[in-house]
């Protein structure tokens, strides 16, 4: 069992407040990542349900039990952290059972998780080896497998694959997401990465100044963000966002009434990317001039100078099949339209104009 209760949980360094009145709760089983930008506090809410941090104010339960005063140790958790943390002159298999050894486990029950850790992560060929001999893939392995011989109620993961480069990263995903189908266990997963929110976790918690701005599955998200952080934080790359105005109850954007959407009190406009579609000049809702053209094998992005205060970005499989210096039109269907007020908060858009 692994279920976490954070309730009221506020945190304080003398004067400033970084964790303003967070409530969460986290199923048992269930895999919750946070994300927000650099300084939201996700880690240190994540150190908070460690024992790491003292709480200032509120409570955190694990299995419905109190443990806001309780010490790291007492907690019934394992934490895996970004800097892998192994002991250089330890083997694999000593690094794996120190904790176990530490806490006068029997030599044949560390023996045995060790060897159930090792295969999980198929590190078996590796128990002899020092970590300097390692791949930093390996050692992120290691580091988790010492997490999983502990038997923890639920894991913390703070960071845990951003010293790794991408090829690296892309393969611990795909290892993170079979320990979890192989454990069933509950996981509190802290990450700047989109990839790894959107392609691990059941839910998001998406976090902002020490505020939770919205929770839900990866999906919901990203076709429905509750506000306009959400909609430019989830997504990559990021939703446009144009000005909007009015004029006899239609929508304008740059100028141009957009067809099909009443203004409703909209003052910003987003639109994903991959939603547009580059056609001729005059005929599209919005024109511009193309400005830069990546390739990027699979796809490409073209960044579109429509006056506003940022170019729009298009993005459409292969060859994008623009130049740079091109004036071209840019379309995209109302319905996948997201609507914002003066005050970033969604608008719902009429359920026949979303049709």
């Known amino acids: ?88 002159h330890l083997t694999v298999a000593e690094n794996l059972g120190f904790a176990l050894k530490n806490a006068g486990v029997p030599r044949r029950e560390i023996d045995a998780r060790v060897g159930h850790a090792a295969g999980i992560l198929k590190l078996d060929a590796f128990l002899d080896r020092l970590p300097k001999q390692l791949s930093g893939g390996q050692r992120q392995r290691v ?15 703070d960071e845990p694959l951003s010293n790794l480069d991408a090829a690296l990263r892309g393969e611990m995903r795909y290892e993170i997401a079979k320990l979890r189908q192989a454990l069933g266990a509950t996981m509190l997963y802290v990450t700047h990465d989109q990839i790894e929110a959107m392609t691990l976790a059941d839910r998001i918690v998406v976090l902002q100044s020490g505020r939770i701005e919205q929770v839900g599955s990866p999906r919901e998200l990203y076709e429905k963000p509750g506000n306009l952080f959400v909609a430019r934080f989830i997504g990559s790359p990021r939703m446009n966002v144009l000005p909007a ?27 994903r990317p991959e939603h547009l579609a580059l056609v001729a000049p005059g005929d599209g809702i919005l024109e511009g001039t193309v400005e830069v053209v990546e390739y ?6 073209a960044f579109v100078d429509c006056g506003g205060p940022e170019a ?19 379309s995209f269907g109302v319905r996948l339209a997201h609507l914002f007020d003066a005050d970033g908060r969604r608008l719902a858009v009429p359920a026949a104009v979303a049709a």
């Open 1 to 88: 069992m692994g279920a976490i209760e954070i309730r009221g949980v506020e945190k304080w360094f003398d004067a400033l407040q970084v964790i303003e009145g967070v409530d969460l709760s986290i199923a048992d089983g269930e895999f919750v990542v946070l994300v927000g930008p650099s300084g939201c506090g996700k880690s240190t809410l994540l150190r908070l349900v460690a024992g790491l941090e003292d709480v200032s104010r509120g409570t955190i339960l694990i299995d419905g039990r109190d443990v806001t005063a309780e010490p790291p140790g007492g907690r019934g958790l394992a934490m895996v952290f970004q800097s892998y943390a192994l002991y250089p």
């Open 143 to 157: 580091a988790i497998g010492r997490a999983i011989v502990r038997e923890p109620a639920a894991f913390l993961f």
């Open 245 to 271: 105005g009015a004029a006899d109850g239609r929508l304008l954007v740059a100028g141009r009434p957009v067809p099909g959407l009443p203004a409703l009190g909209a003052a910003h406009l987003g639109i």
């Open 296 to 301: 990027l094998g699979a796809d490409s992005m």
């Open 312 to 330: 729009v970005t298009v993005r459409a499989e292969g060859d994008i099949g623009v130049r740079v210096g091109e004036r071209v039109g840019l």
